[in-house]
């Protein structure tokens, strides 16, 4: 059974940081890459950042430089460090594990920027 956990969300102000992590199991995770998305309320989903079983990473353009991905592949976890939020990265976040054409899901945590 595969099971993607995040953790970290909460309510933060402006300016402020917030760890996410995923923890997975029931995968090979190595060979998997691992993908951060979110969803704001009334938007679409949108990839934020992803790192690969290489760890090419890859980020969304407004995150760029406030936001890094990174991998334990001997924990079997995903971290996305988030520095200088803004109020616009409000949004529920999602851990994703790709694979070709396989997709995994986490439930979500929920980020609110806020003062």
């Known amino acids: 059974q595969v099971q993607l956990v995040e953790s970290g969300g909460g309510l933060v102000q402006p300016g402020g940081s917030l760890r996410l992590s995923c923890a997975a199991s029931?995968?090979?995770?190595?060979?998997?890459?691992m993908n951060w998305y979110r969803q704001a309320p009334g938007k679409e989903r949108e990839l934020v950042a992803g790192?690969?079983?290489?760890?090419?990473?890859k980020y969304l353009d407004s995150v760029k430089g406030r936001f890094t991905i990174s991998r334990d592949n001997a924990q079997n976890t995903v971290t996305l460090q988030m520095n200088s939020l803004e109020p616009e990265d409000t949004a529920v976040y999602y851990c994703?594990?790709?694979?070709?054409?396989?997709?995994?899901w986490g439930k979500g945590t929920l980020v609110t920027v806020s003062s």
């Open positions: 790192i690969s079983s290489g760890r090419s990473t």
């Open positions: 994703n594990a790709g694979l070709g054409a396989i997709n995994h």
């Open positions: 029931g995968i090979t995770f190595s060979i998997y890459a």
